[in-house]
């Protein structure tokens, strides 16, 4: 039987099991140890080289199509966990019909759909582009972003959503833009010390990209986070659905950004497709279900992580 996911108690999932697919899609990093040199998987109860997943279904608020996906992904589906896009035009409705699920923050500096635009919900003009939206790539955000604007959005941000009523459970960065660079990644960081949150970052192959160490910086101010993510949008769902099944020690996160095929979907934006594909892997994939089971896979959310954390401060 699956567990009851409408009663948003993800930390009392029982253990899943899934298939193979870590060759292509994960570096080997040795696990995130705590200050105490415990692992992760340790610090949450677990062996050391038990296998935890984390199933994120992303883009919440995007739409209303994307609503119903991760609504349905957490309550009747696989789905551990979701993000919220606090500038989305339809985040105010994914708020009214929270019920108490692990949802965190997806801070929000870029609007990346030609025509389907967000703007920021402060007063940014440094944060907007040419038609009255977000930058739609991170290097334009980058070059054109003040520091202080930035700041005061993601904050806003995160306060909003905590007066919606969301028990945020984590923080993480839309496109990237606040890990990729050491002047966002401070806000970033900041954010998670000041809230007691954990952050969504990418493994330790990926400090190699961007010049600093963030993964370090983060567990300097014992702020947690995966062992195992890449950040990788609308992923095909063979290659998660291999990667869920060949999972390597400690805790992995798996995002998808599920969403219903509506007339809406498919008018906004080109990979509409690729996202109805993730909400039949996340709600009629009933294999992948099986296949978790058979693999000795531990299912946790990022709720479960945000109490560990604090538990060590």
């Known amino acids: 039987m699956q567990p009851d996911w409408a009663s948003g108690r993800h930390a009392e999932v029982p253990t899943s099991h899934f298939p193979d697919l870590h060759g292509a899609y994960w570096s080997t990093v040795p696990p995130v140890t705590t200050p105490n040199a415990r692992t992760l998987s340790e610090t949450l109860g677990h062996s050391a080289d038990d296998r935890l997943l984390v199933l994120t279904s992303d883009q919440l608020g995007m739409c209303q199509a994307s609503n119903t996906g991760v609504y349905e992904s957490l ?50 003009p440094s944060l907007l582009d040419g038609d009255g939206g977000f930058p739609r790539t991170v290097e334009d955000l980058w070059d054109h972003a003040d520091l202080d604007e930035a700041r005061r959005e993601c904050r806003a941000q995160l306060e909003r959503a905590i007066l919606w009523g969301f028990d945020v459970t984590h923080i993480s960065s839309h496109m990237g833009a606040l890990q990729n660079r050491p002047e966002f990644f401070d806000i970033f960081l900041n954010l998670a010390v000041d809230f007691d949150l954990p952050i969504r970052l990418e493994g330790t192959w990926a400090e190699s990209g961007t010049g600093f ?101």
């Open 75 to 124: 309550r009747s589906g696989l789905a551990t966990g979701a993000s919220l896009m606090v500038p989305g035009p339809w985040a105010r409705e994914a708020a009214y019909h929270y019920r108490g699920e692990a949802i965190g923050v997806h801070l929000t500096l870029n609007a990346e759909l030609d025509c389907y635009r967000w703007r920021p919900i402060t007063n940014a």
């Open 213 to 313: 160490p963030f993964r370090s910086l983060a567990a300097d101010e014992g702020i947690l986070t995966v062992d195992h993510h890449r950040l990788e949008r609308l992923a095909d769902p063979a290659a998660l659905e291999r990667s869920a099944m060949d999972l390597m020690p400690g805790v992995t996160e798996l995002v998808m950004e599920p969403a219903d095929d509506t007339p809406e979907l498919r008018a906004l934006c080109h990979g509409w497709g690729r996202r109805v594909e993730h909400r039949d892997l996340m709600c009629g994939n009933t294999e992948l279900w099986a296949d978790g089971n058979r693999g000795g896979v531990i299912l946790i959310s990022w709720r479960d992580i945000r109490e560990a954390q604090r538990a060590e401060a």
